[in-house]
C-alpha cells in the first residue's frame, strides 16, 4: 500500500512530465516560424541574434519582460 509521500512523488513527476512535454510542443511549433524584423509592441528592430536564437520571436527584450510579467 502506499502512503501519502509515495502518492505525492508519482503526482509531481506526472505534472513535471506533461510540463516537459507541452514545452516541447511549443518549440516544436515555434522552430518553423518566422522572426519579425522590428517588435510588434514598440517598434523597435530586434536583433538578429535575438531573432536566431529564439524562433518567431515578435516582441524585443523589454516588451516580452513586460509581457511576460503581464501574463503572471
Do not use: K
Amino acid at each position: 500500500m502506499t502512503d501519502f509521500y509515495d502518492r505525492a512523488a508519482a503526482r509531481e513527476a506526472e505534472i513535471l512530465s506533461d510540463a516537459l512535454a507541452a514545452q516541447q510542443r511549443r518549440a516544436r511549433n515555434g522552430l518553423g516560424a518566422v522572426s519579425a524584423l522590428a517588435c510588434e509592441d514598440c517598434g523597435a528592430s530586434i536583433p538578429e541574434a535575438r531573432r536566431q536564437a529564439i524562433h518567431g520571436v515578435q516582441r524585443c527584450v523589454g516588451c516580452q519582460t513586460v509581457q511576460e510579467r503581464l501574463a503572471r
